[in-house]
Every structure is written in C-alpha cells, then in structure tokens.
C-alpha cells in the first residue's frame, strides 16, 4: 500500500529535550515536505527535498533542522524545542521536482506539544 | 503577495442539501489548484486538481470548478460521510510552491 508514515504520532517533550520526527514514504517519490498546521494560519511549510541530498527552506524553518540522506526517509529534527512548537506536523511526498502538479501524498500527522 | 482564501469557515447542511465551497486566491501565475479532504486526526487526502478556467472535474458528489479568480467545490445531496474539512491549494508557476488556505469545516447531519 502507497504511503507516508510518520513517527511518533503523539508527542510530549519539554523545552530544549531535542526530538526527531521520522518519515519515511514508500513510492520512490522525489519530492517531499514537511507542514505544520496550526488553528487559523493553515498548513504551513517548514523544509522541503527535491531530491536527495537537497533540502531548502519553506516559510516558517526556523528552530527545525531535516535531512535528506536516503530518498525514502526525511526527518525533521528539533533541536532545542520550544512550546510555540506545539503544532500538528505532516509530512507530504511528490513525484518529480518542485515544478510537478502532482497530487501530494501526507501522512497521518504528528501531535507536538512542548512544555 | 500570494495568497488562498476560503468562505465560509464553517458550514452545516442537512443531508441531502447541496451547497458550495468557495476558493479565492491571488498567485502570480497558477500551475495548478488542488482541493484536498481532511478527516479528523488524518492528513489531507488529494481530491482533485485544476488547471485552467473553465476546467471542470468530478468523483462522486463533488464537483469543482475554475475561474481566473476562484474555485468552487459544489457538493450535491451531501452524506453524513462528506463531513471533513475541505482545503484548497494553489501552487505558483515559478518554483512550484502550495500555498494553501484555511479550509472549510463541513458538516452534515443525517
């Protein structure tokens, strides 16, 4: 079965207790991304691949860190939470490069909450 | 700046009662707009993707549509079943970004 699974699916941690969310698809997608959707701004990117070993910038990266080492697997890492973390995180892969129109698949999200 | 918005919020139907969804957005240059279901405690799931006005596409209840300005995902006869929250996307010609919007929250009540 084509998907994206993410790990954990609920997390609690405290200020500054570095974490990584895992995500790893399985249909050789090229593309993938990670959100954060928080109640009246919407999913919003964080980092984004194009492919292995590229990573870039979304709009609100700040305080997070990804790695792109293997295609199928892309991590995002907080290195020193803070609670305006708290978010509902999803990663998302795509066939081909940024210039694609195809569907993004997601996965079934990440709950954070930073005390 | 670019950007999605959608109308209303919220919306209760009784089943069986159609009703639309509506997309606005301002991109500078539309590769595509893309409206997504999304379930509770679930990620987005693709429903459909549009490319150019006047372009119409269907599944099952659903229909979407295009103009140069917005998009509407028409629900006729809605189930209970249809009860998610609708998103709407659009991604920029340069660079391909998605930029999404807020969502509508449907409801229908049986």
């Known amino acids: 079965e084509a998907q994206v699974t993410q790990n954990p699916r609920y997390l609690i941690t405290v200020t500054g207790k570095k974490l990584t969310v895992t995500c790893s698809q399985n249909m050789n997608h090229e593309y993938m991304s990670w959100y954060r959707q928080d109640p009246g701004l919407g999913l919003r990117q964080i980092y984004y691949?194009?492919?292995?070993?590229?990573?870039d910038k979304g709009d609100v990266p700040e305080g997070y860190k990804v790695s792109r080492k293997e295609k199928r697997n892309f991590p995002l890492i907080l290195e020193s939470p803070s609670p305006n973390q708290t978010s509902l995180y999803f990663c998302a892969s795509r066939r081909g490069t940024s210039t694609n129109t195809g569907e993004l698949f997601f996965g079934e999200g990440s709950r954070l909450t930073v005390l | 700046e670019d950007q999605v918005t959608q109308s209303p919020e919220a919306l209760r139907l009784q089943e069986g009662e159609s009703s639309s969804l509506n997309c606005s957005y301002t991109v500078s240059g539309l590769r595509g707009l893309f409206w997504y279901r999304q379930d509770p405690g679930k990620g987005p799931e693709f429903l459909f993707t549009?490319?150019?006005a006047g372009e119409e596409k269907e599944k099952e209840r659903l229909k979407a549509t295009l103009t140069k300005k917005e998009s509407f995902l028409h629900i006729t006869a809605p189930k209970p079943e249809d009860s998610a929250t609708y998103l709407c996307a659009v991604q920029q010609k340069r660079g391909g970004k998605l930029i999404f919007g807020q969502g509508t929250e449907l409801s229908v009540k049986p």
């Open positions: 691949s194009m492919n292995v070993e590229v990573t």
């Open positions: 549009l490319y150019s």
